[in-house]
């Protein structure tokens, strides 16, 4: 019982001393922004995903796993614009982590460093779940992926200034790697431009706007509420006059609204990865686009 | 000006060749004919440039146009994201919302007789609610972060029947401690058990447990000082220390007595965490000791008078519970179910006083002593989007209880009609239907066996709603 009592408080204390380790813990909210800090910290850093890209980040639960990871954690990286608005405040006050609170600089919103798209001019729920700040998803735009990089490698350097270098010549190394990658997602991605397109929640928003898609109706009759047999038919009676050449959803979206329109007027059904995880081929950052573009060219054949 | 002279010449020439080819020789033809070739030379040479000059202004005429529309664009989102920035004195305003909840319910029984027999009384609202339309409680929130140090918490519950606010939770929590540490001070739902945490609102029922009822008055909520610990563990465990005033049951009396110190005080732990994918749990363990004083209760004694008695001792409440959350892949939007189950054991030793106010056959006082049980369990299962099922089973057992009065033979049990033994028991069934995250229609069935003697069949059809800022629920 004693040794038993003995090896308890060695764990404990084990587990206490681990933030003083030489590593940053970073809690990321979404899988794309543990990509990120993963590519930006490499060996420096250990990262944790709240979320799959099976999960809906709008509704996940603020559950005792993620509170013990979040009570540990050197920074937090969300999507922000009140994406997780349903689970965040509760985590950050049950943590007993003054590290990570909104101020701080271990708490940093991605979407506070980018243009964001689709800010609601009038604001009421009856349009909806909108988002007053705009809308969150904006990781489907690799130029935002770029600027958010530059704000992480910032932080990185600023919470464990001993690999400050390490952190900027990974942000530099990265930065070249990116823009290559985006020069050449945008010719692959040239037959996309124009391209009408039906999505099942407006998560595609950003990708849609770099590309110069044009969204011409979603799933969803509004933001958060789903698919409904009126909407649906309402949507394949729109899709006669001016059909859409492809509707896409996400993992987490059950596909047989997308499919059933997709019977229905007779357009290709994609499941695009949306995020890390999200297909085979997604692995990381430059697996997502590249599989994102090439599910799309692929469709619109 | 060259394209008309070209044309009108090379038409010219062209008109001229027939009328010459008579008089002229074969050379002159021959020449006349390549002065022809070059002239048309020249003159396709001087197009070519200038379609080529035309489409270049063409194009970076189409640049410069895109380069406005966007230049446009980009001014039209700074402006839109300018001015959806709140500004003055309001922007600072803490978040508010708004619960609305309407009932209409019709039971076998009266309410207003509700009792649950083998156990005293509590006091305050545990029955149904009245019988045909009624509005329930509106509960009213305000939060916000104070400061880097602190956020604060105010609801407020506005009884439609009094027409008086009650200050369900009123606290300020800590935001800058460390080390896993919170302090949070003000009045708040005890951490006790699991159910109790959780604002009516958010509960996959109408009603409170039998169990919450006759332990915690329906629900606690403490004026007091928490003090929680969370430790640096990937399985989540946290300990958590309460001192409060006792201010209402099972302290008491009601508001808390006059004297400095505390009152009431709760012990707490949970320890949870995942199973695979798909699965979340937590489970908690809870000590309440108090001391009520005063603890008034009526009942009707053998001559068939109301009386009024009194307890005054030690309470001491151990509950163990238990919550586990399935989902696909963690990810609740379709489908997914949740049990919870919570055990309460409850042991009070004291002084009972009988006929307090000598009404019937005098004041009289001897000791008390009681150990009693209860537990519910509930399960609530979304099958599609937007609507769910739930199923929850109450058993309490009034276990044993001694009285003085009677053991002495001073009085009889028959003085104590509500203290005699009984196991109360309830089954409930319930269909919810939320057609977003803000609302929620809900009917239920309850079959009640809380009073001797006495089935309650309730149906309850109710609506809850909520405005204004997005909540975030607890596990």
New interface residues.
């Given amino acids: 019982m004693k040794s038993i009592l003995k090896n308890l408080i060695a764990?404990?204390f084990a587990?206490?001393a681990?933030?003083a380790a030489a590593v940053l813990n970073v809690f990321a909210c979404e899988p794309e922004w543990s990509s990120l800090a993963q590519e930006l910290g490499g060996d420096k850093v250990i990262v944790f995903s709240a979320?799959?890209a099976?999960?809906?980040p709008h509704?996940?639960?603020?559950?005792?796993?993620l509170?013990?990871?979040i009570?540990?954690t050197d920074l937090v990286i969300c999507s922000g614009s009140?994406l997780e608005?349903?689970?965040?405040?509760?985590l950050?006050?049950?943590?007993?982590?003054?590290?990570i609170?909104?101020?701080?600089p271990g708490f940093l919103e991605a979407s506070q460093f980018v243009?964001?798209?689709e800010?609601?001019?009038v604001i009421d729920?009856a349009l909806?779940?909108i988002h007053?700040?705009?809308n969150p998803h904006i990781h489907l735009d690799p130029r935002n992926i770029a600027k958010v990089a530059e704000v992480i490698a910032e932080r990185l350097a600023l919470l464990d200034p001993a690999n400050a270098d390490a952190y900027k010549t990974r942000a530099s190394s990265f930065r070249e790697r990116w823009q290559t990658a985006v020069q050449r997602w945008e010719q692959q991605g040239a037959r996309l431009r124009s391209v009408p397109v039906v999505v099942y929640h407006r998560d595609f928003s950003y990708f849609i706007n770099w590309m110069g898609m044009r969204e011409v109706g979603s799933l969803e009759p509004k933001p958060?509420?789903?698919p409904t047999p009126v909407h649906l038919a309402d949507l394949i009676e729109r899709m006669k006059r001016g059909p859409a050449k492809v509707i896409v959803y996400s993992p987490?979206n059950?596909p047989r609204a997308a499919e059933f329109l997709s019977e229905r007027a007779n357009i290709p059904v994609v499941m695009m990865p949306f995020t890390i995880g999200g297909t085979g081929r997604a692995k990381d950052l430059f697996g997502l686009f590249d599989d994102t573009i090439d599910r799309l060219l692929a469709a619109i054949k | 000006m060259f394209r008309v002279n070209a044309t009108a010449l090379a038409v010219a020439a062209a008109l001229g060749i027939p009328q010459a080819a008579h008089a002229a020789t074969e050379d002159d033809l021959k020449e006349l004919r390549e002065q022809v070739r070059q002239l048309k030379e020249v003159y396709e040479k001087r197009i070519e440039s200038l379609e080529k000059r035309l489409q270049q202004t063409e194009q970076s005429a189409g640049k410069a146009e895109a380069a406005a529309s966007k230049a446009e664009t980009t001014a039209n989102q700074a402006a839109v994201q300018a001015s959806s920035r709140p500004v003055g004195e309001n922007a600072l305003n803490p978040g508010i919302s708004l619960i609305l909840n309407g009932i209409y319910s019709n039971l076998s029984r009266d309410p207003t007789g509700f009792k649950i027999n083998g156990f005293v009384p509590t006091l305050g609202e545990v029955g149904p609610p009245v019988r045909g339309l009624s509005l329930g409680e509106s509960e009213l929130a305000f939060s916000a972060n104070i400061d880097h140090h602190f956020r604060g918490t105010l609801i407020a519950s506005i009884s439609p029947d009094n027409n008086s606010a009650e200050i369900e939770e009123g606290y300020i929590q800590t935001l800058s401690l460390s080390n896993g540490f919170s302090i949070k001070a003000g009045r708040f739902f005890s951490g006790i058990g699991y159910q109790n945490q959780i604002h009516a609102h958010a509960w996959d029922f109408a009603d409170a447990p039998l169990a919450n009822k006759v332990f915690l008055g329906n629900q606690l909520n403490e004026d007091g000082i928490q003090f929680k610990w969370v430790a640096p563990t990937p399985l989540y465990f946290d300990l958590g220390l309460e001192l409060g005033r006792g201010r209402k049951f099972p302290g008491g009396p009601d508001g808390g007595r006059n004297k400095n110190g505390f009152g009431s005080g709760n012990l707490f732990t949970h320890l949870g965490g995942d199973i695979g994918a798909s699965i979340a749990w937590q489970t908690g363990l809870s000590y309440l000791t108090t001391s009520p004083q005063d603890r008034t209760f009526t009942d009707l004694d053998s001559t068939g008078t109301s009386v009024t008695n009194s307890i005054t001792g030690k309470s001491r409440l151990w509950v163990l519970d238990g919550v586990l959350k399935w989902a696909p892949n963690q990810n609740p939007t379709y489908t997914n179910f949740k049990v919870q189950g919570e055990y309460f054991r409850r042991s009070e030793s004291g002084i009972l006083s009988y006929d307090t106010a000598a009404t019937s056959l005098g004041t009289q006082a001897g000791s008390y002593a009681s150990r009693q049980s209860g537990w519910y369990l509930q399960g609530v299962y979304q099958f599609v989007p937007m609507w769910r099922v739930g199923l929850r089973y109450d058993r309490l057992n009034s276990g044993t209880t001694s009285i003085g009065l009677v053991d002495s033979g001073a009085l009889t049990a028959a003085d104590f009609p509500i203290l005699g033994g009984y196991n109360p028991h309830r089954t409930t069934a319930m269909l919810d239907w939320s057609p977003s995250e803000f609302s929620r229609m809900r009917l239920q069935f309850a079959r009640d066996y809380s009073q001797l003697g006495a089935t309650d069949n309730q149906i309850l059809l109710q609506y809850i709603m909520s405005l204004g800022a997005h909540g975030a629920h607890k596990f």
């Fill in positions: 764990l404990v587990a206490a681990l933030p979320t799959t099976l999960q809906d509704r996940i639960e603020a559950r005792p796993s509170i013990a990871r009570r540990s009140e608005i349903g689970w965040i405040p509760l950050l006050t049950q943590s007993g982590n003054d590290r609170q909104p101020g701080s243009v964001r798209l800010i609601p001019k729920r909806g779940d007053p700040s705009g958060g509420i789903p987490y059950n």
